[in-house]
């Protein structure tokens, strides 16, 4: 450590060199959101759906939703319905928006003797026109759940976006428009849609990192001031961290990436972490001066003694980003990779301008300012802490035991039930404008199944055809799905407009030869889009579409599988095969997938970091006694969900991973303390005392720190996101007092004794 300081200036040329370079990159930084991007590549179940999707043009993830809504009782007013059909006419017009079906202009299709006409559900040029239709309407409910609530207060539109722009920046500048459109009206409305929300999510994303570096900038100065009480201790731990934060983001930039919902988290974490060490090397730095130590011999001591925890601290957190690097998701992938890459940058920056800067600061202006630091209240309150921890084991031992005991029950509690919004709290708009759609016209979570015909049979054969129907009227009368997209409605829907639209024909033809005919005559009329949607030109393939409530993965996963057992009980199973598909389902599956890469993670942290323990004492022994004082907390944030009822996501996960990494590090400074006093000779008693006395003052400092910085992510408007600070403050309230009691104790009876 003694090169630090020998050749710290050309240390300080090297981070000024580099992070110039990553402030030139920073100009290239943009932030995206994509559910796509959260899907392995690589996966069975994406290469399906993506075939699935190119085939069918599926309209899952392409489709917006609007609903007007009506000033008056009802949407039956002329003015109303005018304003209606203008702006969803220039919605229609804009860049980028592919089709549109409008409430105002949809039409049904009926036999005029040997030819077909289209009549408008709604007509409103006049008011008798107006009072027609609302008549018609009475009779035939085909509008209401699809275009006009079921209140009569709203109309909607449907729009498909260009699938070229669904994933990026064009599609945020086309929803931009599509809002500007919607506030002209004056009308109160509603949108929805995956592509919708995707430019919901971008928006929110780039407001919370501005919010982000604000309140974490200002939390961090707030406690330090009350910490240090010197410019010196808040200026230079904030322009450090903040220079790590311009490397991380600076590096994401030049490689290409972008901000998400999942990268956006790295500027509070990369704060508190660079922070936690800062304040341990301040810390010891003080202490050394007020023993009567120059500058440079207090520094030379500080790194000595601190630079190898620092090190160690800064190798397990960059190990519990990088355990997030095993999972083939991407937003994942990168969060660990930069991640890690923040935690060692950062590090490394302040290893190099704190021994510069404070070296180069006279001791009067660092000395002599009472502050909490400098309290001298510090150590009766550090000695009690020694004495309740080492001197009584049976009252530690029951707390901790009772604590573990509680907290490993409720964690057995813990739900699974997920959510497509998972991120978003149930009071924000994008998820309250979804739940909307989902109350007063039809959900917003896609439902799809892909049903391929086997031998040469194909999927407009009428005995295959008659299968999909009990599928489609089994799914009809189990569940609240909608909007049924098959064969078999399109099939059903020609028969009958070809018998002059009586109810009594929408039915499956009784012969092949007529269900022949129908997708013939459907074909030669333009009906081949339509055809397109749904089965495959040679017709081996069909889609069973349907759009339902997103009523969590539990209930989703349970009609999956009864449909299963219904299917293979009652359908002939020799005729075709099916396959579950979808954006819904792909989610779904891919955030258990998430989940079980971040466990996997996690585990991977364990043992990365308690190897590093046990090569540190080696011994086997000391591996496990620094494991243990930090599992504790991760298992009371556990019953903590489980007690009160909430879900693993992988916003949850993700706590355990980073928080972790975190959590360890007070562990390390302790016990790597507690070795330096070993080697100088003192018993372990006196080992210990010394250790709580040099250590326990920055732990507590430290976790401050880190709790404050957390509470950065408090304000944000994802729930996953307030969810991780919420969760990482009890892990590091926990992990402190594991620390300060837990530790000491089992270091005095299992620990090393020279």
């Not at 007509?123 to 609302?134: G, K, P």
């Not at 999909?468 to 909608?482: A, G, R």
């Not at 996997?600 to 942290?605: E, F, H, P, R, V």
Request: hydrophobic share 45%; glycine share 6%.
């Amino acid at each position: 450590m003694h090169r630090i300081i020998k050749y710290r200036k050309y240390l300080l040329i090297f981070v000024t060199i580099f992070t110039c370079l990553f402030i030139y990159g920073l100009k290239d930084l943009y932030v995206s959101f994509s559910f796509d991007s959260f899907y392995p590549k690589t996966s069975p179940e994406y290469i399906y759906y993506h075939d699935y999707r190119n085939t069918f043009l599926a309209d899952d993830d392409l489709m917006e939703s609007v609903a007007l809504i009506s000033p008056k009782a009802d949407i039956f007013d002329k003015d109303f319905l005018q304003k209606v059909d203008s702006t969803f006419a220039k919605i229609g017009r804009l860049q980028g928006i592919d089709s549109m079906i409008s409430g105002t202009r949809f039409s049904y299709i009926k036999r005029s003797g040997l030819g077909f006409k289209e009549i408008p559900y709604l007509v409103f040029e006049n008011d008798e026109d107006i009072a027609l239709s609302r008549e018609n309407l009475s009779r035939d409910s085909a509008m209401f759940g699809t275009f006009i609530t079921r209140d009569n207060k709203a109309l909607c539109g449907h729009f498909m976006i260009d699938s070229a722009i669904s994933d990026n920046w064009k599609r945020d500048v086309l929803n931009q428009q599509v809002d500007s459109i919607l506030a002209q009206s004056q009308l109160k409305f509603i949108a929805s849609g995956v592509p919708y929300i995707r430019s919901q999510y971008v928006d929110k994303i780039e407001k919370e990192v501005k919010l982000f570096v604000i309140i974490a900038a200002v939390l961090l100065a707030i406690m330090l001031t009350l910490t240090f009480r010197n410019w010196v201790f808040v200026l230079l731990p904030i322009g450090t961290v903040m220079i790590g934060a311009i490397w991380t983001y600076g590096l994401m930039a030049m490689t290409g990436q972008a901000i998400n919902v999942v990268t956006n988290l790295l500027i509070p974490i990369v704060f508190v972490v660079g922070v936690s060490d800062i304040i341990h090397i301040a810390t010891k730095y003080l202490a050394e001066l007020k023993s009567g130590k120059d500058r440079e011999s207090a520094m030379l001591c500080t790194l000595e003694e601190i630079g190898f925890a620092t090190l160690l601290t800064c190798i397990t957190t960059a190990v519990g980003f990088l355990s997030l690097a095993v999972t083939d998701v991407a937003p994942l992938y990168y969060f660990g990779l930069y991640g890690s890459f923040g935690v060692v940058g950062t590090y490394l920056v302040s290893i190099t301008l704190i021994p510069n800067i404070l070296m180069n600061i006279p001791e009067k202006w660092i000395l002599g300012t009472k502050s909490i630091e400098s309290s001298e209240k510090w150590t009766p309150l550090l000695l009690f802490f020694h004495k309740v921890s080492t001197g009584k084991p049976r009252l530690i031992i029951s707390i901790f035991s009772i604590i573990l005991v509680v907290a490993t029950y409720f964690t057995t509690q813990i739900p699974m039930n997920m959510h497509l919004l998972e991120d978003l709290s149930w009071r924000d708009p994008v998820r309250e404008s979804m739940i909307f759609f989902e109350k007063n016209l039809f959900g917003v979570r896609p439902f799809e199944l892909g049903i391929t015909a086997k031998g040469d049979k194909k999927v407009t054969d009428r005995d295959v055809l008659l299968e999909i129907e009990k599928i489609q009227n089994w799914l009809d009368k189990k569940t609240d799905f909608q909007l049924f997209v098959s064969p078999v409605t399109f099939v059903k829907g020609a028969n009958y407009v070809a018998h002059f639209n009586r109810d009594s024909s929408r039915i499956i033809p009784a012969t092949q030869g007529e269900i022949d005919e129908l997708l013939d005559f459907a074909a030669a009329k333009n009906g081949d889009i339509l055809l397109k949607r749904v089965m495959t030109e040679d017709r081996k393939m069909a889609r069973l579409g349907a759009r339902s409530p997103d009523l969590g993965a539990d209930f989703h996963k349970a009609i999956r599988d009864d449909l299963t057992t219904y299917i293979q009980q009652n359908c002939d199973t020799k005729l075709f095969d099916y396959h579950f598909t979808g954006h819904g389902f792909l989610t779904e599956n891919n955030l258990k997938y998430i989940r079980d890469g971040i466990l996997q993670g996690l585990l991977i942290d364990f043992l990365t970091i308690g190897l590093i323990m046990g090569l540190m004492y080696k011994s086997f022994r000391m591996m496990l006694l620094s494991m243990i004082p930090n599992i504790i907390p991760l298992l009371v944030t556990a019953g903590v969900m489980g007690l009160f009822n909430i879900t693993l996501t992988t916003s949850a996960a993700v706590v355990f991973v980073v928080v972790f990494g975190i959590a360890v590090d007070d562990t390390i400074h302790f016990m790597t303390h507690y070795k330096i006093e070993l080697k100088k000779g003192l018993l372990p008693e006196d080992a210990l005392r010394e250790t709580m006395l040099g250590t326990g003052k920055a732990m507590i400092l430290t976790s401050i720190v880190l709790l404050s910085g957390f509470c950065t992510l408090l304000t944000s408007t994802f729930g996953g996101t307030f969810t991780i600070g919420l969760f990482s403050l009890i892990t590091i309230i926990f992990a402190v007092f594991s620390d300060l009691f837990l530790a000491p104790l089992l270091l005095k009876y299992f620990g090393p004794k020279e």
